[in-house]
Structure formats: structure tokens, C-alpha cells
């Protein structure tokens, strides 16, 4: 079995041997031939240069022995594609070009059509990574959720109380309504092109779900979602990855995805005993743990993979992407561990 016929299979909640794994972020900063590949090309470049960018999907897995690769590329081309730029703040964080303050600067965003074409640079890494893969690994592509993508357009980037897209969903609905049609728009168009170029499943972040009051996740983010994947081909795989969501798990069940991405504060085996049996569950060793030792790494795999020994349809992950500070000989235990478990 190859590694992309067991993610495959784990995406259908098939039985097997072992789960497969994989790791959010695998691709960047805990990478030494990653940082030295940044030092002569800045983060941007990288990702809107095909040879490079499929460079740094391919690094991780020279290294250790994943089943998949993830398309390295970031969340918010989407907005940078319909018009609205981003950038890495001196401080840290994410600061996008100008704040979507208004409802004309919202239907001043470029049409979602235009997605697919100014993010054709996507499409040609995908397509070079299909070729290098050669069938043997799953390749996966991504895009943010609505609801995330919006946080950043309305806050001007990185937030900690995300007060002005919560005051635009409560206070002006039709302008919050308006910019999310056109961002579902846009990453039905942008997930169409990623499919077609190759992508043998796609990840939805969600990664702000959880800051929203709850009796309100499914207007403001769930209901958004679940436009995009019905847009998509019928059965394919889609994930879905919700930090701090876990009373609306059962929700995102039903929205079409055929994985749950689970954050480290949930018991997985629990989780994957209250969902239905055909949605697979991804996750969730906590990051952290990779910046411990490697006895640590390889305690804590085994405890997660004996809790869902017996379990279909489990793909081994963490809950939150790899910290820069993780150790190399933390995720090669890791990895040995999941990898040669039975």
C-alpha cells in the first residue's frame, strides 16, 4: 500500500494497520534547509514561485517519513487575490495592506472569478508536486474558511480581541453577508483550480471558529463552509480543522467533510466515538510535545495511538501546527513511532 492509498483509505474510514501521518505546518521553520532557503528568498516569494514553493512541500518529506505532503502556501492569497494584500509585521503577526472598513470597499474587492487566475502559481506548484510524488504520497491542498479569511480583512490583520468583524456580524449584516458570499465564492473557484491541478484532498482552516459565540458559529462561519464543499466533487475529501470548536463537532459532521481535524483539548477517542462512523478524525498530539525529548514524543504517540487502536479512519496529526522550536530528533520519534506501530 502506498502512502496515498493509506490516506486515501483513512479518509474513507477503511481499517487499517496503521494510521497514516502527517503534520500541520510540516513544511517551514523548525526546518534548518527550510531557514536556509528562506535566507535568500522572502516568505512571499516563495510562495508565488512554483520551483520554490513546491521545494519547501517537498523538504519534510526527505526527511522523515510522512504519507502526505501539504501545498506550501498560505491562507491569504484569497484576499490578496480579490485585491487586499498582506504582509508579516516587524512585531510579529499578520498585517494586511488597508482594513475593510465599509461596504463599498467590500464591493470594491475584485470579482471571485478572477481567483483561479491570479493564483495560477498555485495551480503550477500543485502540478509540479503531482509530478514529483509520483502517486506515492497523498498531496493536500488548503485554503482558509470564510469566516477566518474575513477576520483578517476586517481586523487589518492579526487580532487578539477580533471586536471589528464580531461589531460587522452583529452590527451591519448585509456588509458581513456581502464580503463572505464573495469569499465563499472565491475559494470554490480557488479549491476547483487546486483539485484539478492535482490535490488529492483539501484542508479548510477554520483556525478563528472558536472566537465566535457559539449559538452563532453557524452563521457567522458553519453555514459558509458548508457552501464551499457542496460546490465541490461529490465524496472528495475534505477536512475540516476548527480551533476551539469542539461543542460543534457533530455540526461540521454534517456539513459534507469527510474529516474532522481535532485541536490537543479533545480526547480523540472520545471523539471519534460520538461522531458518525463514516467521518474519519484527524489529530492531535499537542505541539508542544515536539519541543520535549524523544521518550516524551514516543510515550505520548503510543498512549494517542493505543486510545483509537481498533478505530477506522484515523489520520495521526497534531492538534495545531509544529512550533519553530520544535527538535528534529523530537519529530523523527515521532514519526518512527506512528510509522512502525502495530
Known amino acids: 500500500m502506498t502512502s496515498r492509498e493509506r490516506f486515501l483509505a483513512a479518509c474513507a474510514c477503511t481499517p487499517l494497520d496503521r494510521p497514516p501521518i502527517w503534520i500541520m505546518r510540516q513544511a517551514g521553520r523548525y526546518l534548518p534547509e527550510y531557514r536556509a532557503l528562506k535566507a535568500k528568498s522572502s516568505f512571499l516569494e516563495m510562495v508565488r514561485t512554483p520551483a520554490l514553493a513546491a521545494e519547501v512541500t517537498l523538504q519534510p518529506l526527505r526527511r522523515f517519513e510522512f504519507d502526505a505532503a501539504i501545498l506550501f502556501s498560505d491562507i491569504l492569497v484569497i484576499p490578496e487575490a480579490l485585491g487586499q494584500g498582506y504582509r508579516f509585521r516587524e512585531e510579529g503577526g499578520i498585517g494586511m495592506d488597508y482594513r475593510l472598513e465599509t461596504r463599498a470597499q467590500v464591493d470594491a474587492l475584485a470579482s471571485p472569478d ?29 485554503g482558509g474558511s470564510p469566516w477566518t479569511l474575513a477576520t483578517y480583512m476586517v481586523e487589518g490583520g492579526s487580532s487578539d480581541e477580533f471586536e471589528r468583524i464580531k461589531l460587522l456580524f452583529y452590527t451591519d449584516r448585509a456588509t458581513f453577508e456581502a464580503l463572505l458570499e464573495k469569499l465563499t465564492a472565491a475559494l470554490i473557484a480557488y479549491f476547483r483550480m487546486q483539485i484539478s491541478a492535482g490535490a488529492d484532498a483539501i484542508q479548510i482552516f477554520d483556525s478563528w471558529g472558536g472566537i465566535i459565540a ?79 525529548t524523544p521518550e516524551i514524543v514516543r510515550a505520548e504517540s503510543s498512549r494517542l495511538l493505543e486510545s483509537m487502536r481498533g478505530s477506522a479512519g484515523h489520520i495521526f496529526n497534531l492538534g495545531h501546527g509544529i512550533l519553530p522550536q520544535a527538535k528534529l530528533e523530537c519529530v523523527e520519534s515521532l514519526v518512527d513511532t506512528v510509522t512502525s506501530w502495530q
Open 114 to 142: 478572477a481567483a483561479p487566475e491570479r493564483l495560477a502559481y498555485v495551480g503550477q506548484t500543485l502540478a509540479l508536486l503531482k509530478k514529483e510524488l509520483a502517486g506515492q504520497k497523498a498531496l493536500l491542498g488548503f
Open 214 to 292: 457559539g449559538q452563532d458559529y453557524e452563521a457567522a462561519s458553519l453555514k459558509w463552509i458548508r457552501q464551499v464543499i457542496a460546490s465541490l466533487p461529490r465524496d472528495f475529501p475534505v477536512i475540516i480543522y476548527a480551533k476551539n470548536t469542539a461543542p460543534h463537532l457533530m455540526d461540521q459532521a454534517f456539513t459534507g467533510a469527510r474529516v474532522l481535524s481535532v485541536d490537543w483539548t479533545n480526547e480523540l477517542s472520545i471523539v471519534r466515538r460520538t461522531l458518525p462512523a463514516n467521518i474519519a478524525v484527524q489529530g492531535n498530539l499537542d505541539p508542544v510535545l515536539l519541543n520535549t
